[in-house]
């Protein structure tokens, strides 16, 4: 039987994207496992995991070098995203710090460039110069990562500002904080939430009620997690895997559903916010 396509999400400008992606943070930080690295990123293509996710600051930019090496001429199936630090992201630092992960990339333009926190960038500088960048055609979508919605709002207040395709935030069973407000204001301006850390780093992985649902699937507890967020609507997630195995074991999440009931159990073992909270950053 055939396998069931990776979902789509639709960017504001109208693109669609897989749901489910690579992240790489803790890449090309140990040499011995780089091969295995690299093997579980051409999995994941392979498999239709064509969303690649990395930063500037992954291993001082190995992890960036570690995709180049790793898409070798397969860059046209890549929907590829890397992010700017804030410290970076001025009128002159963002094409500065562009052009170098580009070419630690191996490229001519990131698919997605997020400015990887709000820190001390000072945003009319920095949406001018993420829109230049498009002008030039070094960047096709910009976006924003860890912004709550002050962040957002401050953001939106700026000419240029709406422009933005995503916000890149952790999001999961344990950190449904966002639930509260954060969330649906993208759901109702149309702007994907795109998860990182869906699992916790494995911290939430040994939880019961995880292990419970995950058995009447015969599934893994981490494939219930990535479910249970591919099941939000709006939200697209970014992963990480070191090992072609767990790439293949994450992609299998797409096959699994989840019931009403399985839905209820979660939501009674990691409840949904029941009032405001900040962003929590991992």
Known sequence: ???????????????????????????????????????ALQAGVDAGLTVIDTAEVYADGGAEELVREA???????IFLISKISSEHATGNGTGVACERSLERLGTDRIDLYLLHQRGSAPLPETVEAFTNLMTQGLIRHWGVS??????????????????????????????????????????AAGLPVMAYS???????LDHPALAAVAERHGGTPGQVGLAWLLAQPGVCTVTKASSPSRVLENRAAVELTLTDDDLAELDRAFPPPSGPRPLELL
Do not use: H
Not at 198 to 204: A, H, I, Q, S
């Open 198 to 204: 869906p699992l916790e780093r494995g911290r939430m």
């Open 146 to 187: 860890n912004f709550d919605v002050p962040e957002v709002v401050e953001l939106t207040g700026i000419p240029g500002g709406t422009s933005f395709e995503t916000d890149q935030i952790p999001y999961n069973l344990t950190r449904r904080g966002i639930e509260w407000d954060l969330l649906p204001r993208c759901r």
């Open 1 to 39: 039987m055939a396998k069931q396509q990776v979902p789509m999400v639709t960017l504001p400008s109208g693109e669609a994207i897989p749901a489910l992606g690579q992240g790489t943070w803790g890449m090309a930080e140990d040499p011995r496992r780089r091969n295995d690295e690299i093997a």
């Open 71 to 77: 898409l070798g001429d397969r860059r046209e199936e």
